[in-house]
């Protein structure tokens, strides 16, 4: 599936520019374990880079002239890098121009260039096809103008665009997934000071299947901005009151607890998930280390209850997938994954029963909301390359 992606990216290249292209870049999607809301709110997440990719082929123009062209959209957008760069109408268009905007920004030198993307990344199923984006294209311009960019600086970078040109105020897990992942390893990321760790993503007799609900609800956005804005009114109460804790990562279920009435029913129920999550994302670290999947299972479920109840980012779409399964034998753990408001369920499956339980919840899907489900068995793969040059 890589190499068909990668021959038809280039081949369109060919066929619209009349040359080869002199770069082809992999950038990957991502999924994420466990740890969601909690990238914003100093805690830690646990994210890997999977097997879908945008594909880029790229080459440099001698002047300041930039093409780009999204394959799957058909659309082309033209522009001159000299140009003062902002948001215009094209979303797609204004991942790939905030992250030139913040290289211009920073004084980069850079001349123009012509991409052709293509990619088996789904949009708008929760697997960050916009970090793949803006990292590929972060990753791309530092090899071919010798940038000497870090790959963290790559995923800040991209972070920054999507907060810039997408309006989404987004915390950093994404672009680190989609630049720090490592084939059949999930990161430990510790998103206060960004230091990570690697864990052996061996799952045993079990493998981690993706429903995709097919759905993604307009509100995605502004839910998300308007979550952000209430665990910081949640974390400012609760620094009147608790001098002592400086973020969420040092509050505890307690101090929360205590203070439900200062915080009133919506921002009480939001800021207990933040530091229920935190720990769940701890205690799955561990279990990994143990191969107990059991645990790792049951803290996924927990994860989806405190998501759905407490911090409101589900939809009934999500929560019957993850319903459906919650008392199958040969599923550990179920929860919705990423930002919310639709995309994909994440479910840790006995090997071998996937197909058995897809063509089941399809099917009691499809009843209820007359919507085709979307399976996807992924692989843990590595994240943003070169592919050749
Ligand atoms: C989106 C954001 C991430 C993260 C997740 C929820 O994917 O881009 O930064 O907050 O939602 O965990």
Redesign the pocket.
Known sequence: MKKKLINHTSEHFEKILQKKPEYIFLSPGRI?II??????NDGF?MPAAINKYICFAVSKNEDSQCTLIAKDLNEAYKFDLNDELKPIDKMWANYILGVLHQLKKKGFKMSGFNIVFSSTVPMGA?L?S??ALECGIGYAMNKMFELDLSKEEIALIG?KA?HTFAG?N?????QFASVFGKKNSVIKLDCTTLEYQYYKADFKKYSLLLLDSNVKHTHLTSG?NVRRQEVELGLAIIKQHFPEVRTFRNCTEKIVLDLEQELGPIVFKRCLFVVKEIQRVLDAADALTNSDFKKLGQLMSEAHKGLSKEYEVSCDEIDFLVDSVQHEKTVLGARMM???FGGCSINLVEKGTEDELIERVSQQYRTAFGIELKPYKIKISKGTTLYKN
């Not at 740890?35 to 914003?40: F, I, K, N, P, R």
């Not at 987004?170 to 994404?174: A, E, R, T």
């Open positions: 994420n740890g969601e809301h909690v990238d914003y997440v929760g960050s916009s970090a972070q999507e989404v987004c915390g950093i897990m994404d998300y990423g930002g919310g």
